[in-house]
């Protein structure tokens, strides 16, 4: 494995990160594994790209099987953790990624479109985040590997907070991923469980294409960044990590924004 920062500051610790053959989710699939994890890379679409973020791993020294969940189907997400403790044994670190858009005007929006969102987004994070919590009371702590009975990490977004016109199902969504940390990390704090969440801001990955592909889009962008430019897959892996991490050992129910400023209302520079 090439030299990092976080080299085995995850050693002997598993990992699940759902979907994770895409975007952000492969990013922290492969920094975790970095780290020293073994990672079960979920999929419920295209396997074949998630067979290609199994084989980056391997090929880099580090360990990885990819499983198949539909992460808003309450049966499918359990046959995947079964299958994941029959590899793996247990698991240490669930990091909630899955997510999708369905964007409509207000007026027009579908109640489809509203539940699917929901669904994938909000009730998905809760259904895995069940199942790793039963495992981590189940299993007890094992504090050669971590101080915390186990860490669940879900990624939200900057519109946890910021309103976002056309697309209500998933700010609300990501809205309730807020409460969803906090209350967990509450209710689980005495068993020793840290829950906490990412909420990135604008990250160059397939779920945003159109918001950066055209010289256009990406300058209106960048207005809404004071760093000044859009950020990196990597860069979310990064604090997954380390929330993973026993160096974060003291921080439980937190949002942390990797945002390049975005939550830093950047109209008001020139405006207000
Ligand atoms: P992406 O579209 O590249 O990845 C989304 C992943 O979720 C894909 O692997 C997809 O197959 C998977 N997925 C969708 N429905 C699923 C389901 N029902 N079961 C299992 N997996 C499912 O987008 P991304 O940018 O990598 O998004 C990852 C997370 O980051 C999402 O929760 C998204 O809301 C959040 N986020 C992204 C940005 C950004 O700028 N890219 C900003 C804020 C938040």
Redesign the pocket.
Known sequence: MPQNLFNGLLAGQKALV?????????AIAKSLAKAGASVVV?????EDKAEEVVNAINTNGGEAIALY????NEEQVHIMFRKMFETYGTIDILIN?????QDAPFQDMTLAQWNRVLS??LT?QFLCAREAVREFLRRGQNTQTSSALGKIIC?????DTIPWAGHVN?AVS?AGISMLIKTMAQELGPQHIRVNSI??????????TAAWNTPETEDALLQLIPYGRI?H?EEIGKMAVWLASDESDYVTGATFYVDGGMMLYPGFRTGG
């Open positions: 759902t979907g994770a053959n895409s975007g952000i989710g492969t979920n999929f419920v679409t295209e969940a539909d992460v808003s990624n899955a997510g999708i858009q994938v987004n998905g990624i939200s977004s900057v519109h998933y990501k909420s990135p801001g604008a990250i160059k990955t397939p779920i945003n950020g897959a």
